[in-house]
């Protein structure tokens, strides 16, 4: 008996030693060694993706997204930059991941337009009015903490001098899911905008700053779900926007609609813009331009808003094509998206240029050689 004690003690401690170094184990380091300066080659300037790198935590992979979209000849990139990864506490900031994004972006010769949105847990428990709901909700945001907002975009364009000249303020307001789960107010908004404007040129006057980021839908004005991005123009311009925002933000979904269908009030397809377009000449602001900030197509094969992969490569390339020679007011089309960090096993995937594991889709192919980039 004293023996089999002996044995298992000797076992166990030997399991224990093998878990002790299992644990220390960890996986390899990559060694990230910044490219020299590129410069995108393209016969089309205006083209551009949504990088969509958030959440991608490793920094080679960061670098090989912002390669890889160099190399496809796209020389514009939308990322999104939420406020409570960057100041998770009050006055601290944490600019690492940022930093990582927006040098390998600046080395590989892109321009970044920074989407800048979400709200903090210190501000979502000041400002929630006692509700608990509020408190988890990131997309909610006061207006008694617009002020704060305003002074994190500042920090940003200051620090960014010369490496981000574009700004998104907020994404999508006229979605009720993006205005916090609320009734969408465009004076509201509008708001926001007075207090950020003249903040960011104090900090970086030749930062250009993009107001709305506009959502394409039909959503009358009583809805719940959100409102139509003409109206809410319109009521913005109204409200007295104009003077605080320099160019328009718009996205601009072709659906299952070819990209020179013409645009009108009850559809929701590329040409969309234009009508949005309209309502700034309207109102003084024709100098203004216009950056699409997400557009695409989808190829899932069973979900309703989608085409087939033919059509998807000749809408994607097509509605490059007719946003550089028909619209002089549009500066960029950014594609969503470049590359998710992990599949999300749903249609989402399907508007892709790149898997996870970064094998290039036909879509990225045809790209690379429509902007004179194929190897």
């Known amino acids: 008996m004293a023996l089999l004690r002996r044995i298992g003690l000797r076992n166990l401690l030997r399991l224990s030693l093998g878990a ?14 910044p490219d020299p300066p590129q410069q995108v080659t393209t016969t089309n300037p205006t ?4 990088t969509r790198l958030t959440d991608e935590v490793e920094r080679w992979k960061i670098q ?3 390669r890889m979209v160099r190399e496809m000849g796209t020389p514009w990139i939308v990322e999104f930059f939420p406020w409570p990864y960057i100041e998770p506490k009050e006055g601290e900031f944490t ?15 892109l321009t970044v337009i920074a989407r800048l949105g979400w709200t903090p847990a210190w501000v979502r428990a000041d400002r929630s009015e006692g509700d608990p709901d509020r408190e988890t909700t990131l997309t909610y945001l006061s207006p008694e903490s617009y002020g704060q907002f305003a002074d994190f975009v500042a920090h940003f364009v200051a620090r960014y001098r010369g490496r981000v000249d574009h700004v998104i303020v907020w994404n999508e307001p006229n979605l009720s899911f993006e205005w916090g789960y609320r009734p969408v107010d465009p004076e509201g908004y509008v708001d926001l905008l007075r207090e950020v404007y003249p903040r960011v040129q104090a900090a970086n006057p030749d930062v250009v700053v993009l107001a709305g980021a506009l959502a394409p839908t039909l959503e009358p004005e009583d809805s719940p779900a959100g409102m139509s991005d003409l109206i809410y123009l319109e009521r913005m311009y109204r409200a007295g926007a104009g003077p605080y925002f320099d160019a328009l933000s718009a996205h601009a979904y072709g659906h299952t609609s070819p990209p020179e269908e013409p645009p009108a009030e009850d559809r929701i397809n590329f040409r969309r813009v234009e009508l949005l377009r309209d309502i700034m000449v309207a109102y003084g602001d024709g100098h203004k331009p216009v950056y699409i900030t997400e557009a695409g197509w989808n190829d899932h094969p069973r979900w309703t808003g989608s085409v087939s992969p033919a059509e998807r490569i000749e809408y994607t390339i097509g509605a490059y094509q007719w946003s550089y020679h028909h619209w ?9 998206a470049f590359r998710y960090p992990a599949p999300t096993y749903s249609y989402l995937d399907h ?4 898997t996870d594991d970064f094998q290039p889709q036909v879509i990225y192919l045809e790209v690379q050689e429509y902007t004179g980039n194929s190897p």
Do not use: K, Y
């Open 20 to 33: 002790l170094i299992l644990g220390s184990l960890r996986p390899p380091r990559v060694l990230v060694v």
């Open 47 to 50: 083209a551009g993706v949504h």
């Open 64 to 66: 090989q997204s912002l």
């Open 95 to 109: 600019w690492d991941h940022a930093d990582t994004v927006i040098n390998h972006a600046t080395n590989q010769g």
């Open 328 to 336: 002089p007011w549009c500066e960029a089309v950014a594609m969503w």
């Open 351 to 354: 508007f892709t240029f790149v």
